[in-house]
């Protein structure tokens, strides 16, 4: 049946300034890294998107190597964009990266100018548009000059193949360096997405106040540590879960005893806020306003649902921080 999204989608998502910009973000947008790919079903991934569109999700996150295999995401999300959202463009903002191995031989990983201008194609060609609207440089290369990198991006900008540019798993150092060279080029850099959880606080150590201080976006991904901070794991290992599937990303052994005693602390802190463990740990990163946005990921639409749900509750007494803080203790990543 043909898709007619809800009228009232934009009532009911919060929108925020992406850093010192004019542009606005959910503040939950999703991820299609798992769960879009060729090896996924099709019908639900599509179900999932159509339904975070009519919650106000604006904002879909891809890669050139979203899959398995590299590529599918971006096929799948394009037959999405020709059935479903043909005449919608103009209220998504839809990104993509390259800086992964996406291809064999020298041109089809790290940083260079050819790997990016040729990687950005593909995806418009997976995709079936024109441009997208974020282009990532996915991770730093320390083999290419970063001018090298940065003025592909600006050249991307410039042949209006994207409208704006981010960086990805860039340290706060290699963020300082790049944001100057870009200014400098007159493409500034709108926004940053690095790894952001309760499990993982390396940015909170210099990455958030480079980003505030230049007025630069943060879109926070895994912010569910690929689906441990949650429920998903407290009885064991799911076949149908992301550590259970081989094409997964996260490894059984990361699922330490250790860590699932501190996953039940944390879920009975967030029963406590009335929220589930997932709610509360997205609710945790949108407390900073820093954090424009929570990439999510989603296998289901419960899932989904159960996540935008966490802006309901925002709100942290300081009481509350200071258990989690406990709970999380020597085990936060502050390196
Ligand atoms: P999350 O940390 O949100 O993990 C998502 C997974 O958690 C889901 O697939 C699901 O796992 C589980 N989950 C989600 N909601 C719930 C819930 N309510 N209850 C129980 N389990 C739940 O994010 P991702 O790791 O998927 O990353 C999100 C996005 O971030 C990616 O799609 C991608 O766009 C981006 N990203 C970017 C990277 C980069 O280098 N720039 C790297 C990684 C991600 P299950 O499948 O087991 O059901």
Not at 13 to 31: E, F, V
Not at 71 to 84: H, I, Y
Not at 171 to 183: G, N
């Amino acid at each position: 049946m043909a898709y007619s999204p809800l009228r009232n989608r934009y009532e009911l998502m919060q929108y925020n300034h992406c850093g010192r910009s004019g542009l606005k973000l959910p503040a939950i947008s999703l991820g299609l890294w798992h769960n879009f790919g060729g090896v996924d079903p099709y019908e639900t991934g599509r179900r999932i998107v159509r339904r975070a569109f009519d919650a106000g999700v604006t904002h879909f996150d891809l890669a050139n190597n979203y899959g398995p295999p590299g590529g599918s995401a971006e096929v799948n999300f394009g037959r999405m964009l020709a059935t479903d959202f043909k005449t919608l463009r103009d209220e998504l903002i839809i990104s993509t990266k390259a800086g992964y191995y996406m291809w064999p031989g020298p041109y089809g990983d790290g940083g260079s100018r050819k790997y990016l201008i040729s990687s950005l194609d593909k995806s418009l060609q997976r995709m079936g548009l024109e441009y997208v609207d974020i282009f990532y440089h996915h991770r730093f290369d320390p083999e290419t000059p970063v001018e090298e990198t940065m003025m592909a991006l600006d050249q991307i900008v410039r042949q209006g193949k994207a409208l704006y540019v981010g960086l990805s798993n860039y340290s706060a150092e290699q963020t300082e360096e790049a944001v100057a060279i870009l200014r400098k080029l007159g493409t500034p850099c709108l926004i940053h997405q690095p790894r952001y959880s309760m499990l993982d606080r390396t940015i909170e150590v210099s990455l958030l106040d480079v980003l505030d201080k230049h007025g630069i976006g943060c879109i926070a991904y895994s912010p569910l540590a690929q689906g441990l901070l949650s429920n998903r794991y407290l009885e064991g290992i799911p076949e149908d879960s992301r550590a259970g599937k081989p094409s997964g990303f996260l490894k059984k052994e990361e699922i330490s005893l250790e860590k699932l005693q501190m996953i039940q602390k944390l879920n009975e802190i967030a029963g406590k806020r009335h929220q589930s463990l997932a709610q509360m740990a997205i609710s945790w990163l949108l407390k900073d306003k820093r954090v424009t946005s929570v990439l999510i990921g989603a296998s289901s639409i419960q899932q989904l649902e159960n996540n935008i749900q966490a802006l309901d509750h925002t709100h942290f007494e300081k009481a509350e921080l200071e258990m989690i803080n406990q709970v999380l203790g020597k085990s936060q990543n502050h390196v």
